[in-house]
């Protein structure tokens, strides 16, 4: 099932519209193989299964970096490339306000931090990798230039 | 708690930034002013900070302003300081020397006050680091612009009829043979009398009480910015655009060149200033000033209005405020709704 969903992938410029009910049977079965069988045949099968996992992954952000659509149970799941993508492009372009690699950002909403509570509308000064954790949560936003 | 009966001195002060500096903090609480935001921005900069809060309670430096004058609270313990700025106790250094006399300039003018001794005291440090300080005609980066564009930006003191009036300014500097590409280094002692005396007789109409004093004060340059111009240019865009730039100046303080560059073209075609009338909450203006501050700065010299509420802008786009003036979760313009 796999493979043909991969091979169908690869084939088509567009992204295919990938539905976890088509796969829902396969993760179940690795499931209960991973649990199951311990010996080479059976780590083998499913390293297989991993290869064509992260050749769907691969296919799938290829076509997103070149700005297509994603459909599908994946589609919310890749948004965070293409929003790591957007972060990093306005990054190194000037359109945020940065001390070296961290970014002045707005408080979205109230969260906690190292036991201290920060309200929206307050300032945060954050490196990039936490830009985008938080963003995902939509905890912050960057202040850009205007 | 907190200490009324003396005076701070340098090296108190001087300490207290270091205990700022010295130590891992989470956060910063600060009011929505220039001054503080500045002073916050530099504990970014140099120390360990990362948040500025406007309303958490939690953090464990907070600056404190109220009627015996300013405080820094470092968990719990207060620190007293005066009627002295933030900023002026910051260590001097020749990376901060613009956002330092320019913090120092915006709290003066935010808080109709001239410099403290403590203030010129600083002043004078940095004069070692190339700063230049000089008493002569409180209007803006006189050694760098034509005297009428200088005389076009002053919000403080307003001068009426000229603050914002490009015709006007030039009109009254030709009525004393002073030509429109003159700047103040061009012209001879008798005409400065002639203008100072000009400014103040267009002074004394809306305010009995100005003086000399209040037009020829101490002055701080560095390079070719000048305080004043640049405090005024702060005040502008945080209420036009928010904190960005206000962080962008004091992380990278050569980003001066594009503020003030930035701010010049937006004011040089002038600004009027037309109805103020007064409804529960605000002042609503009419004018194509986009800064509900400078307006403010401009009324409460003229009398026009009292410091109790905070001034909107009506123009073609609506009615906006900023969140210099009223507490928001937005920054830039923010637009209100009215029924006037």
Known sequence: ?146 | MENFLKEPNKEELRELTSKILAKEWTCIKASFKPEDLIFSFLTFKYGKVNAISFSSDDCEIQLIKNNSGKFISIEGKHYYLGLNSFVSIFPLSIDDILPIISGITVSTIIERRNYSDFEIDILNDLIKLGVILEENLKIPNYKSLPLFFSLMLSFDPYIPDITGNRENSIKMLKEINIQETDKLEDIDETKLNSLIYKIISSELKINPKFSREQIITKRAYYLEYDSLELAFALIYFLDVKGNGDLFQFVISPNYAETLIYKFREELSKGFYIKDVSETANYYVVESNLKSPTLIQLILLQSGKIKRNKPVAIKNEEGIFTSRLQIPSLKEGLVKIEYNG
């Open chain 1, 1 to 146: 099932m796999l493979d043909e969903i991969v091979l169908n992938e690869t084939l088509k410029e567009e992204p295919t519209e990938i539905q976890l009910k088509d796969l829902n049977q396969l993760i179940v079965q690795l499931r209960k193989l991973r649990r199951k069988y311990n010996d080479e045949l059976h780590k083998k099968e499913i390293e297989i299964y991993e290869e064509l996992a992260e050749s769907l992954f691969e296919l799938r952000i290829s076509k997103l970096v070149e700005g297509k659509e994603i459909k599908g149970f994946d589609s919310d799941f890749l948004q965070v490339l293409n929003l790591m993508k957007i972060i990093y492009t306005n990054f190194l372009s000037g359109k945020y306000f940065n001390l070296e690699d961290k970014i002045l950002c707005y408080v979205n909403v109230k969260f906690s931090m190292k036991n201290k509570t920060l309200h929206p509308g307050d300032l945060i000064l954050l490196p990039l990798r936490q830009v985008l954790a938080l963003i995902t949560l939509n905890y912050i936003t960057p202040l850009e230039v205007e």
